[in-house]
C-alpha cells in the first residue's frame, strides 16, 4: 500500500504561481512512475505531468514551458511546480503513484482556481 497526501492548492490570479506537493507513505520503494492528474467540471480527467524513477519528465502540451515536476527522495515527496498560470488551468489535481501497470494509488486531490 502507498498513501499519498496532497498539499499546496488555492486560488490565484492569472498569471500567478502555485507548487503543489505530494507527500508518500508506506511501500514507497515499489513506486515506478508518479505524477498529477486533473480534472476540470465537465470534462474527463488528463495527464498533467509524470516522472519516472530514472528521472523521466513527461508533460502535457498544454503545461510545457509552465509546470514543472520534480521529487526529492529524501522526503517522499513530489512537486508539481505550476507558473504563468492561466484560468484554464482550473481544475481539482490529483497526484499518483503506480507500483505496477494497473495497480495506481490516488491522493485526495486539491482544488487549484485561476481566477481571470
Known amino acids: 500500500q502507498v498513501h499519498l497526501v496532497e498539499s499546496g492548492g488555492g486560488l490565484v490570479q492569472a498569471g500567478g504561481s502555485l507548487r503543489l506537493s505530494c507527500a508518500a507513505s508506506?511501500?514507497?520503494?515499489?513506486?515506478?512512475?508518479g505524477g498529477w492528474y486533473r480534472q476540470a467540471p465537465g470534462k474527463e480527467r488528463e495527464l498533467v505531468a509524470a516522472?519516472?524513477?530514472?528521472?523521466?519528465?513527461n508533460y502535457a502540451d498544454s503545461v510545457k514551458g509552465r509546470f514543472t515536476i520534480s521529487r526529492d527522495n529524501a522526503r517522499n515527496t513530489m512537486y508539481l511546480q505550476m507558473n504563468s498560470l492561466k484560468p484554464e488551468d482550473t481544475a481539482v489535481y490529483y497526484c499518483?503513484?503506480?507500483?505496477?501497470?494497473?495497480?495506481?494509488?490516488w491522493g485526495q486531490g486539491t482544488q487549484i482556481t485561476v481566477s481571470s
Open positions: 516522472i519516472n524513477v530514472g528521472g523521466s519528465q
Open positions: 499518483y503513484a503506480s507500483v505496477a501497470a494497473t495497480v495506481r494509488y
Open positions: 508506506g511501500s514507497i520503494f515499489r513506486i515506478n512512475v
